[in-house]
């Protein structure tokens, strides 16, 4: 079983709809999990972080995360053209302090 | 703030040279650096963690004699990819975490180095 698991994609939506975003962790005792943007040939920039189950909202962006289940999702909200990429979900790890990826969901929203 | 910066951002080298990448943080101190491989349509895999004036920790499959780090300060860390091969061709990115940060675990990612090795 992997760490972080998520859909590789690709997930299509049209503009203006709601993109969600699934991942799953296999370490219970994980505290803090990260949703980041990476545009093909960019580095990967964070768009939110949740550490308590329940939702967190940041503008366009609402991450979840059920730590019974073991699950963290991303929502976004009124998608735009511009929200095509690849998002990556990370979890950290206590045990050798750093974040594990996911493979990564790619998005593409239609105009 | 949080600005973290890599130099050189492209670079090309024949089979058997060594690269030196670095990372800067730019506006915060950090403690700790993460060094990451990607290649293409892979996700990050972490290579090495290194905090400020001790040896790198290296990630399981990772040569430590290859890919020397080093983190003499707690705004710079250097990856030196010794004789390159063609094998060793990606995306490099290093990550920061900040004392001011320490709670979160929140790291901000340089922009990236790409290597290519002829």
């Known amino acids: 079983q992997k760490e972080v698991e998520q859909n590789s994609g690709p997930l299509s939506v049209p503009e203006g709809a709601i993109a969600s975003l699934n991942c799953t962790y296999s370490?219970?005792?994980?505290?803090?999990f990260f949703w980041y943007r990476q545009y093909s040939g960019k580095s990967p920039e964070l768009i939110m972080f949740?550490?308590?189950?329940g939702d967190k909202e940041d503008g366009r962006f609402t991450a979840q995360l059920n730590k019974a289940s073991q699950y963290v999702s991303l929502l976004i909200r009124d998608s735009q053209p511009s929200d095509s990429a690849t998002y990556l979900c990370a979890v950290h790890m206590e045990y050798g302090n750093k974040l594990v990826f996911g493979a990564g969901t790619i998005l593409r929203v239609k105009s | 703030g949080a600005v973290v910066s890599q130099h050189p951002s492209r670079v090309i080298c024949k089979s058997g040279t060594s690269v030196k990448i670095e990372c800067r943080s730019l506006?915060?101190?950090?403690?700790?650096m993460f060094w990451y491989r990607q290649f293409p349509k892979q996700s990050l895999m972490l290579m090495a963690t290194s905090n400020e004036g001790s040896k790198a920790t290296y990630e399981q499959g990772v040569e430590k004699d290859k890919f020397l780090i080093n983190h003499a300060s707690l705004t710079l860390s250097t990856l030196t990819v010794t004789s390159a091969h063609p094998e060793d061709s990606s995306f490099y990115i290093c990550?920061?975490?900040?004392?001011?940060?320490?709670?979160?675990?929140?790291?901000?990612f340089g922009p990236g180095t790409r290597l290519t090795v002829l």
């Open positions: 949740i550490y308590s189950n």
């Open positions: 370490d219970r005792g994980s505290q803090s």
């Open positions: 990550s920061a975490r900040g004392t001011s940060w320490a709670n979160s675990n929140e790291q901000f």
């Open positions: 506006d915060f101190q950090a403690t700790t």
